[in-house]
């Protein structure tokens, strides 16, 4: 019963909308035919064209301009009252040609707002898409987390013996394990994180921090993983041989996961036996901070996705990321109102992983 009165009412609306395109043709030749052939209203009939192009499409378009031009033209000769001049069948081509420019304009603006309409709809619609598919993998990623330190803490109830006498061999198996949901569980958090710090934006903890006791510290906790890959870390203060502090207004456990995230890539990315270099350098209002590994180097192409989610680059690495931490770490340095950048060495090969931050002035003077 509501769509058999829907489309009553949309057929009524349908019939006063020819009407009223009738009643305009009316007055228009109303006004042609009831004064001499010189006086031309023929330009008149832009407006039903327009309306027909709005309401009805391009095929009554073409017959609505079809129309108006018969009429106009028409005008030339009846009723006939007087004789015809070469002026006014001349004023009354030209009313006709633009009529024929405005049927014309007409079809195209009415295109051109179609095509506008589909590509929103389309941009809407795979904006919800992306929406959804960050609402699920923030979902998911939470839910994981509760499994994994489920099974992080069984391990080690199981390392430390409280189920019963563990083996050596059984141990190594259980350390693998452990380090393997270690992995698994710093990559959920990770991941929980970009997409957080996507929507709700990166909430940071500011206090005077100094980069070099950061760096400092991040290599300690990474001496293991370097001595593995045989890769040694070195530090350099710039045009100073002796170490300095460089201090910044930031957050202590955010920075130390940029100096982790950078120095990890840094050594994944070298060879055994190369060398990663940190470079503290000072400068009038930034601290700047560059990490140089000994690797293949940046190819041309990758610059431009280095920073994005997931990307994980095609150069031999000595082991496989998840692709989030130089995307969190861009996060990172962003949100202190910092910069962050990539470059290969120049007089060497291996690649640079540069980021600066606003200098603490207050804090350099209180050392």
Known sequence: MISLKTKLQSQNWCLSKILLILGV????????????????????????????????????????TFVAVCLTMLNAWIPGREA???????????????LMLT?????????????????????????????????????????LKTPLLGAIETIKAFQEEKFGTVSPVQQKVLATMERSHETSLQFVETLLD?????????????????????????????????????????????????????????????LE?????????????????????VVLESQASYQIVKILDTGAGILSHEFSHLFERFYQGQSDRQAK??????????????????????????????????FKLPVYPHSINSQ
């Open 257 to 277: 996961r940029v100096f982790t995230n950078l120095l990890v890539n840094a050594i994944n990315h070298s060879r055994r036996g190369g060398n990663v270099e």
């Open 84 to 98: 015809i001049r070469i002026s006014t069948v001349a004023s009354r081509v030209i009313a006709s040609m633009a």
């Open 25 to 64: 043709f009316l007055v228009i030749e109303t006004l042609e035919y009831s004064t001499p052939s010189d006086y031309v209203f023929g330009y008149l009939h832009s407006g039903a064209i327009l309306l027909v192009n709005s309401w009805f499409g391009e095929k009554a378009t073409v017959q609505a």
């Open 194 to 254: 970009v997409y957080r710090n996507d929507t709700e934006g990166l909430k940071l903890n500011l206090n005077p921090v100094d980069l070099v006791a950061i760096a400092e510290n991040v290599t300690g906790n990474l001496a293991s993983i370097a001595a593995n890959r045989r890769v040694y870390i070195t530090f350099s203060y710039g045009d100073s041989d002796f170490r300095q502090s460089l201090w910044v207004l930031g957050d202590t456990l955010q």
């Open 321 to 354: 990321g998840s692709g989030l931490g130089l995307y969190l770490s861009r996060q990172i340095i962003e949100a202190h109102g910092g910069t962050i950048w990539a470059e290969n060495r120049v007089n060497s090969t291996g690649a640079i992983f540069g």
């Open 103 to 143: 049927g014309f304009l007409s079809q195209r603006l009415r295109r051109s707002q179609q095509a506008i309409a589909l590509t929103q709809a389309k941009l809407e619609s795979q904006e919800q898409l992306v929406r959804l598919r960050e609402d699920f993998a923030s979902t998911l990623t939470h839910d």
